[in-house]
């Protein structure tokens, strides 16, 4: 059996692959001295389509008033029907084909049983056992690594409440999907979001560093935006992302992972990580195992916390959809799709070096494409290089990006009009990054002082282990636009205005 296995094509690749990786050689951090740190992400991409994923039922924006983008299968109303929306398929194959995965030419749809009031049907539609695609590969500019996936699914937005109680992040509340009014005791429940389509991309444990994770999210952020498949918007809950870690001694196996759910912002996804490398450091340190848990992220106080042990995980019961065929895709149809794709990001930045701009100026360019730049949360598409190539059509290159950098090409560029002369419209626009704002920030400073008044005298008693809560409050109200550095200063101006730092 296990002879047969190994002579098949795709497991023979997987096992090349995986000897290939295991010589990433070990790298030294100064934060954690002789330990490695491992990651794997999986990411909940919302599939930028109008209709849901089994229902003709529309997505809803947020904000919406509660219950108008609900049909009765959304309900699960008895006698009701998946029926699988074909642009979904699409733009989940445009994602695969960007990833560089093997579209299977069969998968298949399971139910994730979950028992809570906002999933009425008692199960989530996934494809766990048969995914869409497999084996690709996501190539980080910056540190140089590629990350393999390991699968691309289809599935329906899961609850969020299988993660309370914690703190509910912004978008959680946003999205306002079961909330409870202790008053009347009347629960209220909103499907708006019920159905709504996702991909779910899993990555291989190949990140070794925070920053690392914080550059794949950007970058797959990125690719998705670029081929329409996905906002990306993680202030908006359209991107979030559970992370993977676990920590070894260089040259043995790996530790065990700790899953943190649903972080929304790349600078927390950030923060959970050192917090929970630290926290796995310390009981090894004490000689106690890391047991497997998932947990979740207070943003409040940046720190990880236990939601349930792999002993209390639930059983999702997985079994197979008997309503819904599986999806057979046929090369033709696969290839057309191959033939429509846009030119790729890691394809855009080839050519304009080959056009003879620097990495940097490059990076600029691609980083304002992404919409990172300028924390900008509309649709972006690829509208800082179209602009470039526009202007570069019959001028230099290298003068145009001069001219244009020099005018923070960050908010000219995220302006969608093309028409008007980027000097113009550098005038016009006052969407500075927050960081070069500090009357801004000051205000955010001072909201949050008004919010929490007694952390607020906590630190003005000398107590600066409260200033994080203050800091988080900040970053919270500025939607992970703020720097947290600089929103620490500017709270230890405001409250100790006679301390030294
Ligand atoms: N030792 C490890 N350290 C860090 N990450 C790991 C390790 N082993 C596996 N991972 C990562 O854990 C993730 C596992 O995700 P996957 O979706 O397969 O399963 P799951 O988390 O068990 O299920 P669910 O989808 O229900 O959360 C992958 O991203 C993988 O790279
Ligand atoms: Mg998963
Ligand atoms: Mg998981």
């Known amino acids: 059996m296990l002879a047969r296995g190994l002579l098949h094509a795709p497991h023979h690749k997987r096992i090349g692959r995986?000897?290939?990786?295991?010589?990433?050689?070990?790298?030294?951090?100064?934060?954690?001295?002789?330990?490695?740190?491992?990651?794997?992400?999986?990411?909940?991409?919302q599939i930028k389509s109008r209709a849901k994923l089994f229902s003709d039922s529309w997505t809803s924006e947020l904000g919406e008033p509660s219950n108008t983008h609900v049909t009765p299968y959304d309900a699960a109303f008895p006698g009701t029907l998946p029926h699988l929306n074909p642009?979904?398929?699409?733009?989940?194959?445009?994602?695969?084909?960007?990833?560089?995965?093997?579209?299977?030419?069969?998968?298949?749809?399971?139910?994730?049983?979950?028992?809570?009031?906002?999933?009425?049907a008692g199960y989530q539609i996934t494809q766990r056992y048969a995914p869409l695609a497999r084996d690709g590969k996501l190539d980080l500019p910056q540190s140089n690594v590629s990350v393999r996936i390991e699968q691309i699914q289809l599935e329906q937005v899961d609850p969020l409440s299988h993660l309370y109680p914690q703190p509910l992040t912004l978008s959680q509340q946003d999205t306002a999907k079961s909330t409870f009014d202790p008053r009347r005791?009347?629960?209220?429940?909103?499907?708006?979001?019920?159905?709504?389509?996702?991909?779910?991309?899993?990555?291989?444990?190949?990140?070794?560093?925070?920053?690392?994770?914080?550059?794949?999210?950007?970058?797959?952020?990125?690719?998705?935006?670029?081929?329409?498949?996905?906002?990306?918007n993680m202030e908006q809950g359209s991107l979030r992302c559970d992370?993977?870690?676990?920590?070894?001694?260089?040259?043995?196996?790996?530790?065990?992972?700790?899953?943190?759910?649903?972080?929304?912002?790349?600078?927390?996804?950030?923060?959970?990580?050192?917090?929970?490398?630290?926290?796995?450091?310390?009981?090894?340190s004490e000689g106690r195992p890391?047991?497997?848990?998932?947990?979740?992220?207070?943003?409040?106080?940046?720190?990880?916390?236990?939601?349930?042990?792999?002993?209390?995980?639930?059983?999702?019961?997985?079994?197979?959809?008997p309503n819904l065929p599986p999806l057979l895709l046929d090369q033709n149809y696969i290839e057309q799709i191959r033939q429509s794709m846009p030119e790729l990001p890691h394809q855009i930045?080839?050519?304009?070096?080959?056009?003879?701009?620097?990495?940097?100026?490059?990076?600029?360019?691609?980083?304002?494409?992404?919409?990172?730049?300028?924390?900008?949360?509309?649709?972006?598409?690829?509208?800082a290089t179209a602009y470039f190539d526009a202007l570069a059509r019959d001028r230099d290159p290298k003068e145009v990006v001069n001219w244009d950098l020099r005018k923070d090409a960050a908010q000219v560029y995220a302006r969608p009009s093309t028409s008007e002369r980027p000097d113009r419209l550098a005038q016009e626009l006052s969407l500075t990054a927050?960081?070069?704002?500090?009357?801004?920030?000051?205000?955010?400073?001072?909201?949050?002082i008004t919010k929490l008044p007694e952390e607020?005298?906590?630190?003005?008693?000398?107590?600066?282990?409260?200033?994080?809560?203050?800091?988080g409050s900040v970053m919270k109200s500025s939607r992970g636009r703020a720097d947290a550095q600089a929103v620490r200063s500017k709270l230890q101006e405001v409250l100790l205005p006679n301390a030294s730092s």
Request: hydrophobic share 35%; glycine share 8%.
């Open 18 to 45: 995986c000897l290939v990786h295991s010589l990433r050689t070990y790298e030294h951090d100064p934060r954690w001295p002789g330990w490695q740190v491992v990651i794997g992400l999986e990411v909940h991409a």
């Open 87 to 120: 642009t979904c398929v699409d733009l989940g194959l445009r994602t695969a084909l960007a990833l560089d995965a093997n579209i299977q030419p069969r998968s298949s749809f399971d139910r994730k049983h979950y028992f809570y009031a906002d999933l009425p």
């Open 434 to 448: 927050m960081q070069d704002e500090p009357d801004f920030l000051g205000e955010l400073c001072k909201e949050a």
């Open 290 to 321: 890391v047991p497997q848990e998932t947990r979740g992220f207070n943003e409040n106080t940046g720190e990880t916390f236990k939601l349930r042990s792999k002993e209390d995980a639930p059983d999702y019961r997985y079994m197979p959809d």
């Open 349 to 383: 930045r080839a050519r304009l070096q080959r056009q003879g701009l620097s990495q940097r100026d490059t990076d600029v360019l691609m980083a304002v494409d992404s919409g990172r730049e300028v924390g900008y949360d509309g649709e972006l598409g690829q509208g």
């Open 243 to 284: 992370v993977n870690v676990s920590v070894n001694r260089p040259g043995e196996a790996l530790g065990t992972r700790c899953e943190i759910k649903n972080l929304n912002s790349v600078r927390f996804m950030i923060v959970a990580i050192i917090c929970e490398v630290h926290r796995h450091l310390a009981l090894l």
């Open 456 to 471: 607020a005298e906590a630190v003005r008693q000398g107590n600066t282990k409260v200033l994080n809560k203050l800091v």
């Open 185 to 232: 005791r009347l629960s209220s429940i909103d499907l708006n979001r019920a159905g709504t389509g996702l991909m779910e991309i899993v990555s291989r444990p190949d990140m070794r560093n925070p920053e690392e994770a914080g550059e794949y999210v950007r970058t797959l952020q990125a690719l998705l935006r670029s081929i329409g498949s996905s906002d990306g």
